[in-house]
Structures are given as C-alpha cells and as structure tokens.
C-alpha cells in the first residue's frame, strides 16, 4: 500500500490582533479552523489557498507571504496532513456568497480564547499557524515554484507508461 499524506493550505488573516476562523460541523461537533482545504488537481498552492478562503469566508484572499509548511497526523491513527500555510489580507465578505457545505460562519477570534479551549480546534497547526505569525514568520511566495513539463519530463513520463 503507498502511502500519501494529504496535501492542504490554510490562510492566517490577522485584523486589530484579531485572526479570521472558520466554525465547522464535522461529525456532529462544531471545530475552529483556518480557512482551509485540500489542494484540487492541476492548481496551485497559492490558487487553492484563495480558492479555500473564498468558498469558507466569502473573502477573497490575497497572500503576502508563507508562514510555514507542517506535518500533522491525527493522534487516532488517522491520515498524515502536509499543510502549506500563508498569510495575508481579506476583503469584506461579497454580499449573498453562500459558504461552503458544513461552515457554520467565519468570524474574527481572539488567539487567547482559542488557547483556553483547545478542543474546539481541528487541529494544533491552528493554534501553532497563529503563534508562528505572531512571532513574525514569513517566507517568500518565491519559495514556491511551478516546474513545467520539460522534453526529460515528458521521456520519462513516456516510460513511465511502457
């Protein structure tokens, strides 16, 4: 069996000490989160990061840096996350945007209320994601690149196949 960590993004939007959350009902409980999901086929990290926000906040989301890539794996034995988290700024909400299916809403939260009631988070990368903002991390959207299919690609690709 291979084994293949899910790739997500999440974004850290910070406004007055504030940081934007989503509340999500999942399996009958209700989470904080970032704005966050899986990356899609064929988009990139930096498109799915605003595509996410978009469809969780009703924002749209423009990144200005990266603030760290984490591995997490559920502590029940459950799959292995690989997230790429940015940061960056929001609009206002678009007027009658519905949210994405299970997002109860996006509010603005306070990081010492989320640390007093660490079994409403998703995830420790929320708080972790937080605190390495706070603590002025930041790494260049240069960091990222798209490699494109070069003629060697496209050999081996071709071998790949048989």
Not at 6 to 34: K, M, P, S
Not at 43 to 62: D, H, N, P
Request: hydrophobic residues 40%.
């Amino acid at each position: 069996m291979t084994w293949t960590p899910h790739v997500t993004v999440a974004a850290v939007v910070e406004r007055g000490g504030r940081f934007l959350l989503v509340e999500e009902r999942i399996d009958g409980r209700h989470l904080y989160n970032q704005p966050a999901g899986h990356l899609e086929a064929d988009e990139s990290l930096l498109e799915a990061v605003v595509r996410e926000t978009l469809e969780e906040t009703g924002r749209e989301f423009r990144p200005q840096a990266m603030v760290g890539i984490y591995r997490w794996t559920r502590p029940d034995g459950g799959p292995t996350f690989l997230r790429f988290t940015f940061c960056g700024t929001c609009g206002e909400p678009a007027p009658g945007r519905a949210l994405d299916e299970g997002i109860v809403r996006a509010w603005w939260a306070d990081p010492e209320a989320l640390r007093a009631d660490p079994q409403r988070l998703r995830s420790p990368l929320v708080l972790r994601s937080i605190d390495d903002y706070r603590a002025g991390r930041r790494y260049p959207l240069e960091l990222l690149a798209e490699a494109d299919a070069g003629p060697a690609d496209a050999a081996a690709a071709g071998n790949a196949r048989g």
